[in-house]
């Protein structure tokens, strides 16, 4: 068929109109995927069903037994695994928190229009599996090898192009990844990517490729589309960008007291207040969270807790705050060990992706 | 505290104006609940994760070991259970399909402003417990008793008013009823009510109370919030309304081929598709489903598998269709022993209630 005619069904990118709501396409998307009820930051390990999900196309049908990775490209032999032969090679479990690289995308003004994130593409688990280097030494990386290709089940449209799900990882940086076969001690689910995903600690999510059936080593950078036209830090459309990687510093609240259905306005009674969250970074441990309960103007530090034994996952913070009777807005700030920390504005570009400005957590105390 | 400051956070149910967006209030709930991806109606039950949520306040931190349900009221003996005896009395599993009374109200024009659901808020599972049978022959129904309260432990504010979320049933209804702490074989998960939920086969999900911690029994029909002010059909604010109960018809196709990402249009290749799906009613087995490819205008029958042994549970249905190069629009119309049929247009009430207007599937063949 005619590169028009896909066209036809699949938009280019754009940016909404300015006061422009929610369309009907974005809420499509939002329907399918998920973020975490914000809630549920209180476990250290998040439950598979609260993780925050995006699936680009459609979760594709699996079948673990008849399942194979192949293995190809620049090696000296080439693989082809079933998930026994994965099973039977050395396996580890590291607790990994993921984040969405468009989280934050639907509070961007003006709008990117795509899965219209608010704070909440964030999830921890316990990912099993064994890592990459234990496949790419039985296989041998070819001498001229730079980078390693992942190749998804998940097949769709997107801006035109017609693809499976692809994303490459230098090969230094694919040193540290792991072919993951279970979540929080379960077979992967179907929507974390049944039966087999990479993990790529401290990167966001659109690193982590899920299906995972084919890894090919190339001679040359991969220019496939997800990683030279999406996921992209751009202002204007047609500008090179620069590539999206590592997650950027966060702090998210635990929303104190009980909501409104509707406002998600949160009441709390009045008097002492024990608050508690979660930050993290894809830059290094973070060092500092300041919390203000007046939207920002003034700070005070929180009691945050050390990475411990899980680098790449998210820290546990809490402070005291006694709330007088009101309205408040309550936020957090994290700063990492790399000197980055969280903006007060949103930082705006095309694709939407990186928007780590602070949480707004709206109180009324009484 | 004055009733009129809560109601500054919470504020009146409104409907849309026209051509208005979807706004930030109903964002941050599509962004916490979830819907079925569409084409998770190939399993006959649904992964847990990837079931329809929707939670009224905060998905409520529960310990299993010390949970208890009250039984009491209009009962010769009250009682206080804990998981272990609940456990103890006979279990019993029933696949059951449950749907958010809700589902359909982000098409409805205008539109009222709540959890803004297209058409995938549905899901089957596999719920294990024991009936609400044995537990009210041990309390020992009093004579004057008509209803049974249900009171989950999610707590928050809904339209002005402070509250546990709480449900009632008929006592006649109440016999067939589930106290189900199992989900697909496996304890709850919070997001469904863990540890203990009520299942309640052939209605709309409100009466499905999650986080189950008491059981009234009452001479006098409740008169709660979730009962008499929210889930009722009404055509202006004021009226009384009919209660919403039942889940009223619904047929959903799987969506052929594959998708563009932000138009969820699929692709099709021209020649013979097998389509499949499944159907559902909570006034009887569903009895026919047809098939459209022109938006409506024409039908064809479809093959529909009989309720089988899970008279609470969909059905499924496939039928075969011959691609013609081009744009179509497919749907699906089922029709339940009770002469329920699913309405082409969407039937507007206040509170976006019930709609089961036919799915429009938009397929670009090729």
């Known amino acids: 068929m005619e590169p028009s005619s896909l066209r036809d069904v699949s938009a280019p990118g754009r940016v909404a109109d300015a006061g422009e709501g929610i369309g009907a396409d974005e809420l499509a998307l939002a329907a399918r ?5 914000l809630e549920a930051l209180r ?16 979760i594709p049908e699996a079948d673990g037994e008849a399942w194979r990775l192949s293995v ?11 998930l026994a032969a994965l099973r039977a090679l050395p396996a580890v479990t590291r607790r990994v928190t993921m ?8 509070r961007l003004a003006p709008r ?24 790419l030494d039985a296989a041998g990386v070819g001498s001229g090898a730079v980078e390693a290709v992942f190749t998804g089940a998940d097949h769709g449209v997107e801006r035109g192009v017609e693809q499976d799900y692809q994303r490459a990882l ?4 694919a040193e540290d990844v792991l072919l993951a076969y279970a979540m929080n001690g379960a077979p992967l689910p179907p929507q974390h990517g049944y039966p087999l995903r990479l993990v790529v600690p401290g990167w966001y999510g659109m690193a982590h490729v899920k299906w995972l059936r084919d890894i090919t080593l190339v001679d040359r950078p991969f220019t496939g589309f997800q990683q030279t036209v999406a996921y992209r830090y751009r202002q204007a459309p047609g500008e090179p960008g620069v590539p999206v990687d590592r997650i950027a510093p966060r702090a998210l609240l635990v929303p104190p007291g009980f909501p ?25 441990p973070v060092t500092e969270v300041l919390f203000s309960a007046d939207d920002g103007r003034t700070w005070t530090p929180t009691d945050l807790a050390p990475p411990d034994a899980h680098p790449g996952a998210w820290q546990s913070w809490h402070t005291e705050w006694t709330a007088a009777p009101g309205r408040h807005v309550l936020t957090a700030r994290a700063t990492d060990a790399s000197g980055r920390t969280q903006p007060l504005e949103p930082p705006w570009n095309r694709g ?15």
Chains 1, 2 share one sequence.
């Not at 476990?43 to 459609?58: E, I, K």
């Open 72 to 82: 190809g490209g620049s090696v000296r032999t080439p693989l082809d695994l079933d």
């Open 170 to 173: 230098a090969l230094p940086v």
């Open 352 to 366: 939407g992706f990186g928007n780590n400005a602070i949480q707004r957590v709206r109180v009324f105390s009484r």
């Open 260 to 284: 409104d259905f509707m406002s998600r306005t949160r009441v709390v009674r009045a008097g002492p207040v024990r608050l508690e969250g979660r930050a993290w970074s894809g830059h290094g």
């Open 99 to 106: 984040e969405c690289a468009g989280n934050g995308r639907a």
């Open 112 to 135: 990117p229009v795509s899965q219209p994130w608010l704070v909440e593409a964030v999830g921890t688990a316990d990912w099993t599996g064994t890592p990459l280097r234990s496949v």
């Open 33 to 37: 995927n998920h973020g975490l009820p």
């Open 43 to 58: 476990y250290d390990v998040t439950p598979a069903g609260l993780h925050y999900v995006l699936v680009h196309y459609d």
